[in-house]
Nanobody
Framework: VQLQASGGGLVQAGGSLRLSCEAS????????VGWFRQAPGKEREFVAA????????YYADSVKGRFTISRDNAENTVYLQMNSLKPEDTAVYSC??????????????????WGQGTLVTVSS
């Protein structure tokens, strides 16, 4: 599976962006998928995750109520709708499929097939 994140850009605080994570090479409809972000000088952190069926969704406390994760398995794409953006949301956002279940869904080590990220910059 190859993943490609897109949709990033420069936006003012309070604005919105919609990120896409498109898979190719193999369908990923059987996989749980996560979004993560990495700000300059910081470690990669969990943002949101969605079960393979789309039936369950999980969010970091910092984005709960502002971000929405969704997926369209027919299109092999997972989305991250980001509203009410804040300067502290500035980061490179990446998606990955969950390959391991021995640890927490927030643990980057549970994920693989990381796609190239997309930069989100929120100005104040």
């Amino acid at each position: 599976v190859q993943l490609q994140a897109s949709g990033g850009g420069l936006v003012q605080a309070g604005g919105s962006l919609r990120l896409s994570c498109e898979a190719s090479g193999r369908t990923f409809s059987n996989y749980d998928v996560g979004w993560f972000r990495q700000a300059p000088g910081k470690e990669r952190e969990f943002v949101a995750a969605i079960r393979w069926s789309g039936g369950s969704r999980y969010y970091a406390d910092s984005v709960k109520g502002r971000f929405t994760i969704s997926r369209d398995n027919a299109e092999n794409t997972v989305y991250l709708q980001m509203n009410s953006l804040k300067p502290e949301d500035t980061a490179v956002y990446s998606c990955a499929v969950r390959l391991g279940y021995s640890g927490a869904r927030t643990d980057t080590n549970q994920y693989g097939y990381w796609g190239q990220g997309t930069l989100v910059t929120v100005s104040s």
